[in-house]
T-cell receptor
Framework: QKEVEQDPGPLSVPEGAIVSLNCTYS??????FMWYRQYSRKGPELLMY????GNKEDGRFTAQVDKSSKYISLFIRDSQPSDSATYLC????????????FGAGTRLAVHP | GAGVSQSPSNKVTEKGKDVELRCDPI?????LYWYRQRLGQGLEFLIY????????KSGLPSDRFSAERTGESVSTLTIQRTQQEDSAVYLC????????????FGNGTRLTVT
């Protein structure tokens, strides 16, 4: 079993839809949770960074962490064609360095 | 440009040849990381540098892989006697300090071994 599981999709939605992306994990030591967005032929760029449980909102993006269920989510409101990309979840244990464990990534397509 | 720079962006090589991949981190970033991304898969950690020392090399797949870093500057990842399974995108990232600082990734080197 992988430490981080993420449905690879692809996920296709119409413009304006609410998108829900999810990851589950097995290591209860993880405390830092991140979502990266990766456009084709580009490096991942950090979207959201959350410590421990709870919600964090930034514009149209909301990240949720439920440590009791070992489940994290990213919600995208009012999705736009420019949101079409691969979304990678990543996580890390505290006290060390950024040896991030990544999910496989979910490919999202938002069509006009 | 202030981002992480990687070269070459694409590399095609024959099986058995050696390749060298280069990473220029963001100026002032002391931590540098190499990750590998195979087609349709997440990123796999390869090696971590703090300054020019590598406290964690645990992700290097075999002794054909090695990396070095000059001070807090350029890093090179070398793959000797390349195999077809080495085909992947090799991503470099840097961060301001080792822990709890977000990673900034380059656009990667797409390596194809024929």
């Amino acid at each position: 079993q992988k430490e981080v599981e993420q449905d690879p999709g692809p996920l296709s939605v119409p413009e304006g839809a609410i998108v829900s992306l999810n990851c589950t994990y097995s290591n209860s030591a993880f405390q830092y949770f991140m979502w990266y967005r990766q456009y084709s032929r580009k490096g991942p760029e950090l979207l959201m960074y959350t410590y421990s449980s709870g919600n964090k909102e930034d514009g149209r993006f909301t990240a949720q962490v439920d440590k009791s269920s070992k489940y994290i989510s990213l919600f995208i409101r009012d999705s736009q064609p420019s949101d079409s990309a691969t979304y990678l979840c990543a996580m890390n244990s505290p006290g060390g360095y950024n040896k991030l464990i990544f999910g496989a990534g979910t490919r999202l397509a938002v069509h006009p | 440009g202030a981002g992480v720079s990687q070269s070459p962006s694409n590399k095609v090589t024959e099986k058995g040849k050696d390749v060298e991949l280069r990473c220029d981190p963001i100026s002032g970033h002391t931590a540098l990381y190499w990750y590998r991304q195979r087609l349709g898969q997440g990123l796999e950690f390869l090696i971590y540098f703090q300054g020019n020392s590598a406290p964690d090399k645990s992700g290097l797949p075999s002794d054909r892989f090695s990396a070095e870093r000059t001070g807090e500057s350029v890093s090179t990842l070398t793959i000797q006697r390349t195999q077809q399974e080495d085909s992947a995108v090799y991503l470099c990232a840097s961060s301001y300090k080792g822990s709890d600082s977000p990673l900034h990734f380059g656009n990667g080197t797409r390596l194809t071994v024929t």
